[in-house]
């Protein structure tokens, strides 16, 4: 359950002047919901205010501010099979220069034959509906002989290559119709099946990189970058070392993680179907641990309900202090969670987190089809159920002494002004701590509007502190009440939370989402650029401010709709 508190609650996670980055704990809050089997999330170089949702039915969803654009960004329903669990729309990624050309690919089961498509698309002249008329295919049709163990994940490399996951064509034990017999095709040079594949978006019509492996080999298809890959369900590159992780699902018993270094020349065998995690299938055609197989750095086995990876994501956010460089990842069946690091061919910190992040509030993650990163670096957990999740800490990280590192990380690793040893950097002292106090009023539509805030108010601070509403119905304009003195008494049937003097700070519909009669309108006030900004003198360092939400209420033109308020003292 999430316990939203200031800053001073982490005293008792780290210890003054320990050289060991002490990691915050985590939480997941919902971002998005009411969407159609997301199988996957992310966002385009540079884009911090967009999350691009894809759903297994064919359309790409935009979340825009916190808020779910209306019309999809792309709409490809009638291109694709999407029946099974492993057809359909399954891979989304934005070109590197996207910024400039609006190029964007994706990776699809099409219509008729299920055959595996990678196509290229533009976005239009709205920078949130892309241009359905310009597809162009940079790879495929692929085969595919069953319905299951199709990849589709998708991903740019620090190359500047796009990077194709392809399953083995399904079925038990790379065999059957469409197989090749003997090896299976995971092994076979003339398949594209159970590879990665790696091509060059900017060389038509082959798409085929001069430095792929196998371009020289007659016996081998020149798009394959490694062999022996049962069903890559999600691979990732570390945005800052350039390595690649890919979460290859198992069969009846073992699940992994394989990985590549930054640089490598490519030509790995990951060792599907002769392996199976580090066990020996035993399988026609093998050699238990043969030369020339990659085994992978972790694996777990069918318990407990596990049955099936989900790749993630080396974590290069800047929310989650500690996390650096630490590998998140999941399995699809039992909704469980791990992080790992993995350094010098070992693997460290390995830890279940499926208890730490679980949301709360009658709210469950579950069926987890994919790990999403947005533009900066932050990650977000896929629920195949229709919802999306983001993971944050489960206190309030601030950056009190302006140097853009979070105080949680400055402490942890001694370079905090810690005066009084109580494990608080001295510049992020305040007489008083934010908190909510007061009574909010129920509206007409019998929503209960509340009031939340992030940071810490601070004089010259650059960083918001941020005072929201929710559950507002804010058809008409709303404001922010703030005085300087609590319990302003009655007020139109709830509590005026202030006493004079006051100030009705103005706050305009496009803060918020206009909504009407539903209780879903939000509004969201930087206090420190109201104090920063200097139209009121009183706001000096030291003033306890009272802050409370009000909107006109649609069921007249008089009665008010109130929160509950925030009290506050202004810092240094």
């Not at 060991?20 to 966002?43: E, F, W």
């Not at 692929?142 to 190359?159: E, T, V, Y």
């Amino acid at each position: 359950m999430r316990s939203n508190l200031v800053f001073a609650g982490l005293v008792a996670l780290v210890t003054a002047g320990s050289a060991i980055a002490q990691k915050v704990p985590l939480d997941t809050i919902r971002v998005a919901n009411g969407l159609a089997s997301p199988v996957y999330c992310t966002a385009p170089p540079g884009d911090t205010s967009r999350l691009f949702i894809v759903e297994r039915g064919g359309d790409i969803e935009i979340l825009k501010n916190g808020v779910l654009n209306a019309t999809p960004f792309l709409d490809i329903t009638t291109l694709l099979t999407s029946g099974g669990q492993e057809q359909g729309l399954l891979g989304l990624a934005f070109d590197p220069n996207y910024a400039t050309n609006g190029f964007f690919y994706v990776n699809y089961t099409r219509t008729g034959d299920a055959a595996t498509m990678v196509v290229r698309y533009t976005v239009s002249a709205n920078p949130d509906l892309a241009d359905a008329g310009t597809a162009v295919t940079i790879e495929g049709p692929i085969a595919q002989p069953q319905s299951n163990h199709n990849g589709g994940c998708l991903q740019f490399g620090p190359d500047g290559y796009l990077y194709v996951g392809m399953g083995d064509g399904g079925n038990f034990n790379d065999t059957g119709a469409g197989h090749t017999a003997t090896i299976g095709n995971a092994q076979d040079g003339t398949k594209l099946l159970g590879k990665m594949l790696r091509l060059d978006v900017n060389n038509p019509p082959t798409y085929i990189p001069a430095t792929n492996p196998y371009v020289s080999d007659p016996n081998v298809l020149d798009e394959i970058w490694a062999f022996g890959v049962r069903n890559p369900w999600r691979f990732s590159f570390d945005r800052a070392t350039g390595d690649m992780y890919i979460g290859d699902v198992g069969q009846g018993a073992r699940e992994e993680v394989s990985f590549e270094p930054a640089g490598f020349a490519g030509g790995a065998n990951y060792g599907w179907r002769c392996m199976e995690g580090f066990n020996c299938t035993g399988l026609a055609g093998c050699v238990c641990n043969g030369v020339g197989i990659t085994l992978p750095i972790k694996d777990y086995g069918h318990t407990s309900g596990q049955c099936s990876i989900t790749g993630g994501y080396v974590y290069r956010g800047a929310d989650l202090c500690g996390f650096d460089g630490t590998y998140f990842y999941a399995d699809y069946c039992a909704g469980r969670i791990w992080t790992l690091k993995y350094s010098g061919g070992t693997v460290t910190e390995f830890t279940d987190r499926t208890a730490e992040l679980a949301p709360g509030g009658g709210l469950s993650i579950a069926s987890i089809s994919s790990f999403g990163e947005d533009a900066a670096g932050e990650l977000y957990i896929c629920d195949l159920g229709g919802e999306v999740f983001k993971i944050i800490p489960s206190v309030t990280l601030v950056d009190c002494n302006q140097n853009s590192i979070q105080d949680a990380c400055d402490i942890a690793n001694g370079t905090s002004q810690d005066v009084n040893a109580d494990g608080i950097p001295d510049e992020c002292q305040c007489p008083i701590a934010p908190a909510i106090y007061c009574t909010g009023k129920v509206n007409s539509q019998f929503c209960s509007p509340s009031i939340a805030f992030t940071g810490v108010p601070k004089i010259g601070s650059t960083i918001p502190f941020d005072i929201s509403a929710s559950q507002m119905l804010n058809k008409k304009s709303g404001l922010l009440f703030y005085g300087l003195q609590p319990n302003g008494g009655s007020f139109q049937g709830g509590h005026l939370c202030a006493k004079l003097p006051i100030t009705r700070t103005a706050v305009q519909n496009s803060n918020g989402s206009s909504t009407g009669t539903d209780c879903t309108g939000t509004y969201t006030f930087d206090f420190n650029a109201w104090i920063n900004g200097g139209s009121d003198p009183s706001l000096v360092a030291g003033t306890a401010v009272y802050a409370q939400y009000w909107a006109r209420d649609p069921a007249d033109s008089f009665t008010t709709s109130l929160t509950d308020a925030v009290s506050f003292t202004i810092c240094n």
